[in-house]
């Protein structure tokens, strides 16, 4: 399995609240995501990174932020958290992006009330 | 741009029947496409893919898809289903070139019946 650690694994918190979620490979992978999974929707692309301090915006990315200052690491934050974001959160890498499998963490369960 | 539309959000089979779970995608270059598979509480794991070469690809578990680019589909088929093959099942588009973006498709939930 490629060596992908989410943290947490589950989180609860309350509406308006900063969250930081992360992201840690030791795939030296270039290309890394974030995704949201609700039922129904699949998985939503929030953001994504293609390399250190290069991120652009995916589907779904109001009231996201990234952050990539190392290869390894990738930094997700809700800024003021909100019920609707409540969600499965997976991180995801590419090693080319485009023509390589995404290869998954997984998983962060937060819960925002 | 890409998009992917999974064409059934469930499908019952017995178990010994073939699987069919239908993907139809729309990308404005060649496109890499990808069947993942998800058990419940569980995260994704990769099928297999098509990136440009043989048309029939063979994955995991008895899977496999044909890439057919004049219907802009991307069908994943198995001859006999087991129980075992119970989840949930994505389609992936990603372009070959212009973008980085894996775009999802919404899941087909497959029921294996006994």
Redo the contacts between chains.
């Keep these: 399995d490629a060596g992908i650690t989410q943290s947490p694994r589950h989180k609860v918190t309350e509406t308006g609240t900063p969250v930081t979620l992360r992201c840690h490979q030791t795939e030296n992978h270039r290309?890394m995501?974030w995704?949201r999974q609700d039922p129904?929707?699949?998985?939503?692309?929030i953001h994504?990174s293609?390399g250190v301090k290069d991120t652009?915006k995916?589907?779904v990315s109001d009231g996201y932020s990234v952050s990539r200052s190392k290869t390894e690491d990738f930094l997700l934050t809700l800024e003021s958290a909100t019920s609707s974001q409540t969600s499965v959160y997976?991180c995801?890498i590419?090693d080319r992006?485009?023509?390589?499998?995404?290869?998954?963490?997984?998983?962060t369960r937060l819960t925002v009330t | 741009a890409q998009s992917v539309t999974?064409l059934d959000?469930h499908v019952s089979v017995s178990e010994g029947t073939p699987v069919l779970l239908r993907c139809n995608y729309s990308s404005s270059y060649s496109p890499?496409l990808?069947w993942?598979v998800q058990h419940p509480n569980k995260?994704?794991q990769?099928l297999l893919?098509y990136?440009?070469a043989a048309t029939l690809v063979k994955g995991i578990n008895g899977f496999e898809a044909e890439f057919k680019k004049s219907e802009t589909s991307f069908h994943l088929t198995k001859p006999s289903a087991h129980m075992s093959d119970a989840a949930e099942y994505?389609c992936?588009v990603?372009?070959?070139?212009g973008?980085?973006?894996?775009?999802?498709?919404?899941?087909t939930r497959l029921k294996v019946l006994a």
Excluded: C, M
């Excluded at chain 2, 973008?99 to 899941?107: A, E, L, R």
């Design positions: 290309y995501y995704y129904g929707h699949g998985l939503r692309l994504y293609y652009d995916g589907e997976f995801a590419s992006g485009q023509d390589s499998p995404l290869h998954f963490g997984n998983g | 999974q959000s890499s990808f993942y995260g994704l990769l893919k990136t440009s994505f992936v990603s372009a070959t070139s973008t980085y973006k894996y775009i999802f498709g919404t899941g």
